[in-house]
């Protein structure tokens, strides 16, 4: 009896190891597995490092030289750059001062031009030959280049002759000029005045101004 029992524990100790074992064994195999694929990566970039450091050694000239290219390609580069920025402040500064130096230029002329023909205006409001004005006026803006004249009669500030003929009659909303005693050019943000006192014998008989759009 005692036999037989004893045959019984051997036999299930024996299937309960074999369970064992087969439970242990799927997790030792993907251990291994994950095991062996890293050192085959690492056996890899240990081949590719070799090989490229073989290469460098046999290959020095050539190695050399690719490094000196590259960095004479990066320099130029730079260089290109900072020469093409350069570039266009230049560009940028100097087409600023030529405009601001026609500007100047254009308003001088328009300055002098408008004094000049003050004069002709005086001669026709003394002989009070509106038509020959009007005319006078057509003619100057088409020479000038001025964008507007006008004719402003100091006294009620009422916009007598004008190039552009919508003005005419209307009252001068930029202002009262009547104090003025000399050829003055007022900067606007948009435009440039230029205003001249046309003097009578012994009064001012009339305003002339003068615009031109920037």
């Known amino acids: 009896m005692n036999s037989e029992e004893n045959k019984s524990l051997e036999n299930e100790n024996q299937n309960n190891n074999a369970s064992a074992n087969s439970a242990e064994q799927p997790q030792g195999t993907t251990q291994t597995g994950a095991t062996k694929k890293k ?97 006078l006026l057509s003619v100057f803006v088409r020479k000038s280049g001025a964008d507007l004249v006008q004719l402003i009669n100091p006294k009620d500030n009422i916009i007598l002759l004008s190039s552009d003929k919508k003005y005419e009659g209307e009252k001068n909303k930029s202002g009262t000029y009547s104090n003025l005693t000399g050829t003055t050019v007022y900067q606007e943000p948009n435009k440039v005045k230029i205003v001249c006192p046309v003097m009578g014998y012994n009064e001012k008989i009339g305003i002339l101004v003068v615009e031109l759009n920037k």
């Open 39 to 135: 050192s085959n990566e690492n056996s890899f970039w240990n081949r590719l490092k070799k090989r490229f450091v073989k290469f460098v050694k046999n290959n020095k000239a050539a190695t050399v030289l690719f490094l000196i290219l590259v960095v004479v390609f990066i320099w130029f580069f730079i260089k290109q750059q900072i020469t093409e920025r350069n570039f266009k402040k230049e560009k940028t500064e100097l087409i600023t001062q030529y405009e601001s130096r026609i500007d100047s230029l254009q308003i001088e002329y328009l300055q002098f031009a408008a004094e000049v023909f003050s004069w002709s205006v005086r001669s026709e409001l003394l002989r009070d030959n509106t038509e020959n004005l009007n005319q």
